[in-house]
């Protein structure tokens, strides 16, 4: 059978994104962390690719979002668990065989077509009596029934069965005498079971209960060529059963189906996701389907947080989560308030979940309705390398001018204090002209600033403000509220805390 993809919609592939701005942009979200803590999990199913390729329409999306909600079901999850253990071990008997002589190769490949042959039979047989709703394990229902009734996989496991049963049926003696190890035909009658017989003759030391102790032996090299001396001489005693044996792996060398194949690395990208997730859900902390649109801009989100910083803290600490919306002309977030007060946090949590939810995944948030963005385009200040001649301000003109040459009304544009080491008369000027290039594109973005100045500069720009304990001005709370910017409010409370307001500081010197 030919392959396609299962698990994933055929009518979108996606756009692999190139690594190195596929590096910048995870950095700059954290998302590195997460992914490389999902993908690295299973390195045998190079699933990083998988986490590079957002997708471009939004049946995509909801296509893999239903296969999510399907695997929410234990009994189903219990059946591809078990699946993916088999596949898993078929292949460790294949790679077992690597290792060994030629006969072994071929007996450990003969069981490695057992595993995996039970193993589609075992799954083809659960998903006929599982309630599925996705379109994703549907169809993998009606593959699988197609194959297991196919005359190749009835053959495959006849062929199987019958190759196994007449290797168990194999009977040898071996002789050793001295350094000599003579291997012949088992005779007709009883052979000892030399267990049976050591049990019998210890049987009177024991005293009590007995211990027991388990070690594992590691085969040496000398052991191996012993063994597969001892299956070549074996195989001369039963020429007719090895002679099936070798043409059963020549017929049988592609039994491994693609299309199974590619199931069973596609599901490790819902099943490791699931398990980080799941870590999340254990400590209280919401995780939802968005709402995807392509048309739509106006978004909203109730709950929501950084994924990465959520994990890390791995429920040590509370996390704070946060709302946002924007509606009607409404495009870009502007984020001012007190350093350290969650701003860019903020920012990346917005981020995370856009592109999150362009891979069809599920996003940390109560609810969310989020815009389908063809690209996620990010300005996070780095630390300058000693050997870049290039002032702070040339990299970030460089680097916001890429941005606008790549951005499409359908992009989403997080810049995180940019121009910021200028002066405040530049940094108004170039802030100002840079948001009305992205305003007039009407692309969404979020801009954390220290310059209030922005958050009023059209009716697409909204203010929201990291908020402070109104009883402690110095306390942060890390939330990011909607409200007018007003930084002046931040400092005269604080100068009033510690006595440094203008008419404090007038008492105290007498003036």
Known sequence: MQFQSIL???????????????????????????IDSIAGVRDEYDLRPLFLTPLGNV?????????????????????????????????????????????RKLRWFAGAVGVYSEAV???TSALATTNLRSQGFLGLREYLDSYAKSIGFATLVGDTKKITAELASIRYRLDVIGEQVRVARATDGPESDYATEIDRLFERFKTGAVTEYSFSLSASAATYELE??????VAQIYPRVFAGLEKYADRHSGYLDATIAAFDREIHFYLEYKGYIADLRAHGLAVCYPIVSAESKAISAHAAYDLALAHRLHGAAAIVTNDFFLDGPERVLVITGPNQGGKTTFARMFGQMHFLASLGLPVPGLDARLHLTDNVLT??????????QRSELEIGLQHVHKILERATLNSLIILNEVFSSTSLTDAVFLNTA????????????????????????NEKTVSMVGSVDPDDPAVRTYKVVRRPANGLAYAAAIAAKYSLSYDSVKRRIGA
């Open 379 to 388: 300005h996070f200040q780095r630390q300058e390398r000693v050997e870049n």
């Open 434 to 457: 840079v948001l009305a290039r992205i305003t007039d594109l009407d692309a969404l973005c979020v801009c954390v600033t220290f310059l209030d100045e922005l958050s009023t500069l």
């Open 59 to 103: 049946d995509s999306v909801n296509y893999r979002q239903d296969v999510f909600r399907d695997l929410e079901d234990p009994a189903l999850m219990a059946h591809i668990r078990a699946f993916s253990k088999s596949l898993r071990s078929m292949r460790e008997h294949l790679a077992h065989g690597e290792l060994n002589s030629r006969y």
């Open 121 to 123: 039979t075992e799954l």
């Open 228 to 233: 597969g001396a001892v299956l070549d001489t």
């Open 8 to 34: 994933f919609d055929r009518s979108d592939a996606g756009r692999r994104l190139d690594e190195g701005a596929a590096r910048d942009l995870l950095a700059d979200l954290r998302l590195d962390h997460v």
